[in-house]
């Protein structure tokens, strides 16, 4: 009996544990943000399946538990896969400024955008669907790139703008461009 009232005590803690520590919440966020058309409070927690909602104006960013943090700005994103080791987030409109922490070897953090995947570790990068086209802009560290078959990387102070033409190439540009983008979001 004692072993039996042990192990309901220790699941009832492992239970109770879990839900302090989400893998990702909302905080600061400006406007009225939405998770699945409910409205947002700071700190709210955002999980696998949901679809977070932005209205043109508004601005709000994605914490995570290991320190990763996407700053969404007019956008919606489907949270397509999300724990601890694996994470996919679909860009269906506006923009996204990522910034992951260096990840280890069987972790993945993953943007997709208009058939576009980018992943990295250790890296910022800024992701815009602009409907017909994703413009990738990479801060610092390297981003891979993948449509279809193709893939490239950029690195820091590089960019990318990937249409639905058979090819897609990229340039550098100044360290001043990807600042005036962060002052923009």
Same mark, same amino acid.
Request: glycine share 6%.
């Given at each position: $009996? =004692?072993?039996?009232? *042990? ?24 406007? %009225?943000?939405?998770?699945?058309? @409910?409205?947002?409070?700071?700190? *709210? ?7 977070? @909602? ?31 080791? @694996? %994470? ?7 923009? $996204? ?20 995947? $980018? ?10 669907? *602009? ?20 893939? $490239? ?18 340039? =550098?540009?100044? =360290? ?10």
């Amino acid at each position: $009996m =004692k072993r039996v009232l *042990m192990a309901i005590f220790l699941l009832s803690l492992s239970i109770h544990a879990s839900g302090f520590l989400p893998v990702a919440k909302i905080t600061n966020f400006k406007g %009225t943000p939405k998770i699945n058309s @409910e409205s947002v409070i700071d700190g *709210m927690e955002v999980a696998e399946g949901n679809t977070v @909602e932005l209205q043109a104006s508004d601005s709000a960013t994605i914490q995570f538990q290991n320190g990763h943090t996407v700053k969404l700005v007019g956008a919606k994103v489907l949270v397509e896969r999300l724990n601890p080791k @694996e %994470t996919l987030l679909k860009l269906e409109k506006g923009a $996204m400024l990522v910034n992951i922490k260096k990840l280890t070897p069987k972790e993945l953090f993953q943007v997709r955008s208009n058939n576009v995947d $980018m992943d990295s570790g250790n890296a910022e990068w800024f992701v815009n669907n *602009m409907g017909d086209a994703t413009r990738i802009l990479v801060g610092k560290g390297v981003v891979r790139v993948q449509r279809l078959k193709e893939t $490239m990387e950029l690195k820091a102070n590089e960019e990318a703008t990937i249409s639905k033409l058979p090819s897609f190439e990229k340039k =550098k540009v100044k =360290k001043e461009v990807f600042k005036k983008t962060l002052k923009a979001l």
